[in-house]
């Protein structure tokens, strides 16, 4: 079973928090206030009040299982800078951290955030079903609000050419490879994978069951992206 640590219970975190339970998931959810924590405390698998920008706090928790962390702190840009570098420095895998302006995602980038999320964009349910479904394998800052990442692909795209998945023309986004895994048989018979990667394939390249693609966009065009694949399993 996946166990997910969410900070921050306002109507962002407790929507994160309750899809994920709805899910079957084990969730830790943490606010510095009585009320939210009271509030959630019977749907979740723990609800604990504490001040997450406290290192010492956290590491009590034992949160060294968690298969991510989902800072859902408000606008209080520093707390969310804050628990973001102590998530970090504690080794948690995947750290998704709420923004309020493209500046303050800036920060959390370079302070340790794998992902940042503006709710504008996208909703507490959604990032929720986002990490279950493990639709985002990798993910890289370049420049900006700019990322290179490697997504699961969904039935939507599969025998589909890149040109007809319209990529660029949908969602402002440009796809940079396909990793792909080819058979290969053994001296002995059995049968093996090779994962190789198709760079910069053309417009007339198919993409398959099983493709992972590596695009490239800004980060509300990527999760838009991501929200359709989601949407379509």
């Known amino acids: 079973m996946k166990?997910?640590?969410?900070?921050?219970?306002?109507?962002?975190?407790?929507?994160?928090?309750?899809?994920?339970?709805?899910?079957?998931?084990?969730?830790?959810?943490?606010?510095?206030?009585?009320?939210?924590?009271?509030?959630?405390?019977?749907?979740?698998?723990?609800?604990?009040?504490?001040?997450?920008?406290?290192?010492s706090s956290l590491r009590a928790l034992n949160i060294e299982n968690v298969n991510a962390a989902i800072v859902a702190i408000g606008d209080n840009h520093e707390d969310s800078v804050l628990v973001t570098i102590n998530l970090r420095e504690l080794r948690v895998p995947n750290i998704i951290v709420r923004a309020s302006t493209p500046v303050h995602g800036s920060i959390l980038r370079k302070v340790g955030a794998d992902r940042v999320v503006i709710p504008e964009m996208l909703t507490g349910e959604q990032v929720a079903m986002d990490l279950l479904t493990e639709k985002v394998l990798e993910q890289k800052i370049l420049f900006s609000n700019h990322i290179l990442a490697k997504l699961k692909t969904s039935s939507v795209f599969w025998n589909k050419t890149i040109r007809e998945s319209q990529f660029r023309s949908s969602f402002n986004i440009i796809l940079v490879g396909i990793e792909r895994d080819f058979p290969e048989i053994k001296d002995d018979g059995t049968v093996f994978y090779r994962t190789s990667t198709i760079g910069l394939p053309g417009e007339d390249e198919m993409i398959k069951e099983d493709d992972r693609i590596i695009v490239i966009g800004q980060d509300a065009d990527i999760d838009r992206l991501v929200v359709y694949i989601s949407e379509e399993i």
């Open 3 to 55: 166990q997910f640590l969410v900070i921050g219970l306002g109507q962002f975190g407790q929507s994160v928090s309750l899809k994920l339970t709805e899910e079957s998931s084990q969730v830790i959810a943490i606010d510095a206030k009585e009320e939210p924590v009271e509030a959630i405390k019977d749907y979740v698998t723990l609800a604990v009040q504490m001040d997450a920008t406290n290192q």
